[in-house]
């Protein structure tokens, strides 16, 4: 099976669904991630260009660590300017998914706490249709399918009520160390919002586990609409 996981940021992948990326990298799936956004403004030291490849690097390393592919947007788009109503950023979501041609794609929840976040959940939601669409013209060819999707847990599990688990006891520490090759990201998010993001992604992915009676575990919920409903899990 294809899966695309699609994040806001460099990081959003790694902290939310990291764990069940590896699982299906073991059960033998072909599995990318991609941000939408460059993740650009997250730092008090360097400017936003410098900021952007550093991230980008350490997306990359993340992606080795899980042993999936990192891929590019077309486009470049700065933090907090992720807009679902621009027709460009979902010709270019679009675009992502036709080179990927995924089965799967995970994203972020529509309510979650920052625009970036819930902007990319409509985008994905629009674009993985349009990008079946033979006469939606981007770069690639249509997609044969239209993809499920599932949406990932919120940053801390607020508001999500997961309704499908994935044990990830086995695989917490690989997501755990891809998630720390985001130095810079963490750094940032330690002085900026006084949260240490690994520890938050370990106690969140304990207390997930708990509510399904297993050590560790990240939560979901599928999309339930038409073309994307499906009788079989394809949760690992």
Excluded at 54 to 63: H, L, N, P, S, T
Excluded at 95 to 115: C, F, Q
Excluded at 171 to 193: F, G, M, P, V, Y
């Amino acid at each position: 099976m294809n899966v695309l996981a699609v994040g806001a940021h460099p990081d959003d992948v790694e902290a939310l669904c990291a764990g069940t990326l590896a699982r299906m990298v073991q059960r033998g799936d072909e599995v990318t991630a991609a941000h939408v956004a460059l993740g650009d403004a997250g730092s008090f030291e360097l400017d936003a260009v410098s900021t952007a490849k550093m991230r980008a690097r350490e997306a990359q390393d993340a992606a080795d660590i899980l042993g999936i592919n990192y891929q590019r947007m077309s486009i470049d788009i700065s933090d907090c300017r992720v807009n679902s109503a621009d027709e460009h950023q979902r010709e270019a979501v679009a675009e992502l998914v036709r080179v990927t041609k995924p089965d799967l794609v995970i994203t972020h929840s529509p309510e979650d706490y920052m625009s970036d976040h819930n902007e990319v959940s409509k985008l994905v939601f629009g674009a993985t249709f349009a990008a079946s669409l033979p006469n939606y013209e981007t770069h690639s060819n249509f997609h044969s399918k239209v993809p499920a999707l599932y949406y990932m847990d919120t940053l801390a599990g607020v508001g999500f009520q997961p309704s499908e688990f994935v044990d990830i006891s086995e695989t917490i520490e690989l997501k755990l160390t891809a998630l720390a090759t985001h130095r810079s990201q963490l750094t940032w998010l330690k002085e900026h919002d006084g949260v240490d993001m690994v520890e938050q992604s370990k106690s969140v992915a304990r207390f997930r586990g708990l509510q399904c009676q297993v050590d560790y575990a990240e939560g979901f919920t599928p999309c339930r609409t038409g073309l994307r409903t499906f009788s079989y899990r394809l949760l690992p």
